[in-house]
């Protein structure tokens, strides 16, 4: 059984920064694409950022440039570095793993993802 605990979300001012992290129990995490997805009210759980088993990443387009996912492997986390956060921005983020295949494979789709964390909220204040 694999379980995710995120932690690190807060509020924040426009343009500020915040470091989520997501850790990860459970074994063969190195063998799972990990994902950050964030979620508003009304709306559908969205793609923000990806990393594969092999450390390769994918971002949405609107956080392309501020936000950077990484994994450490040793230590069974996954963080996500957002950084010039505007309140389009607020939302609930969720850590996800995935059981893909493929060691560079990023899955885009929340429905690939298997295992999800509770989420921790991100609020962005103009």
């Known amino acids: 059984q694999v379980q995710l605990v995120e932690s690190g979300g807060g509020l924040v001012q426009a343009g500020d920064s915040l470091t989520l992290s997501c850790a990860v129990s459970g074994r063969r995490f190195g063998s799972y694409a990990m994902g950050w997805f964030r979620q508003t009210p009304g709306k559908e759980r969205e793609f923000a950022a990806g990393i594969s088993q092999s450390g390769t990443t994918s971002y949405a387009d609107s956080v392309k440039g501020r936000f950077t996912i990484s994994r450490d492997n040793a230590k069974n986390t996954v963080k996500l570095q957002m950084n010039s956060l505007s309140p389009e921005d607020t939302a609930r983020y969720y850590c996800?793993?995935?059981?893909?295949?493929?060691?560079?494979?990023?899955?885009?789709?929340?429905?690939?993802?298997?295992?999800w964390g509770q989420g921790t909220q991100v609020a962005v204040s103009s």
């Open positions: 996800a793993a995935a059981a893909v295949a493929s060691f560079t494979l990023i899955p885009q789709r929340a429905r690939t993802y298997s295992y």
